[in-house]
T-cell receptor, first 113, second 113 residues
């Protein structure tokens, strides 16, 4: 699976949009981009995933660049409860390692009042 | 649907003892995963089941670790002759399909003293 690069930390004001970047320059054509977050002392929570089209759900939007080498997770109106570690993961949708998510260090997002 | 349940939430054991953790996945999910997370790190993949078949194992899963999923329902993770380095959060996740988001449990925190 392709490696990802994320900033170690970011801050955001409550009510504003949080834009979390992720670089995955070695991504291959059959690899999806997944985002998870982990609030302190809880298990990771799935947020969203996509292959090449932008995606939106009730939690967030995922913007993938046309060359697929980077993506941005957007939390449109951040709240204090969005303070968490956000992980960007790239993985193949099939094959022999389809059970495995490779978590990096993630981005610690702190939402301030 | 009550989510993924893990039991116990916390376990303190003496070095050399055996411990067993249980995971109950979401009932219709046929895929089940075990991860381990140490302080300050992202989760690391341990093993993966599709129904009752264990299809993938990480090199992290030494001979002292064994996982089962009888009848393709709940799963157990046993650690024999625990060592202090086994102290970690053990996370279980389940999914319906391999390219869907995973649902994680809250984990079992193991402390080996």
């Amino acid at each position: 699976d392709a490696k990802t690069t994320q900033p170690p930390s970011m801050d955001c004001a409550e009510g504003r949009a949080a834009n979390l970047p992720c670089n995955h320059s070695t991504i291959s054509g059959n690899e999806y981009v997944y985002w998870y977050r982990q609030i302190h002392s809880q298990g990771p929570q799935y947020i969203i995933h996509g292959l090449k089209n932008n995606e939106t759900n009730e939690m967030a939007s995922l913007i993938i660049t046309e060359d697929r080498k980077s993506s941005t997770l957007i939390l449109p109106h951040a709240t204090l409860r969005d303070t968490a570690v956000y992980y960007c993961i790239v993985r193949v949708a099939g094959g022999t390692s389809y059970g495995k998510l490779t978590f990096g260090q993630g981005t610690i997002l702190t939402v301030h009042p | 649907d009550t989510g993924v349940s893990q039991d116990p939430r916390h376990k303190i054991t003496k070095r050399g003892q055996n411990v067993t953790f249980r995971c109950d996945p979401i009932s219709e999910h046929n895929r089940l995963y075990w991860y381990r997370q140490t302080l300050g790190q992202g989760p690391e993949f341990l093993t993966y089941f599709q129904n009752e078949a264990q299809l993938e194992k990480s090199r992290l899963l030494s001979d002292r670790f064994s996982a089962e999923r009888p009848k393709g329902s709940f799963s157990t993770l046993e650690i024999q002759r625990t060592e202090q380095g086994d102290s970690a959060m053990y996370l279980c996740a389940s999914s319906l399909r391999h390219n869907y988001g995973y649902t994680f449990g809250s984990g079992t925190r193991l402390t080996v003293v």
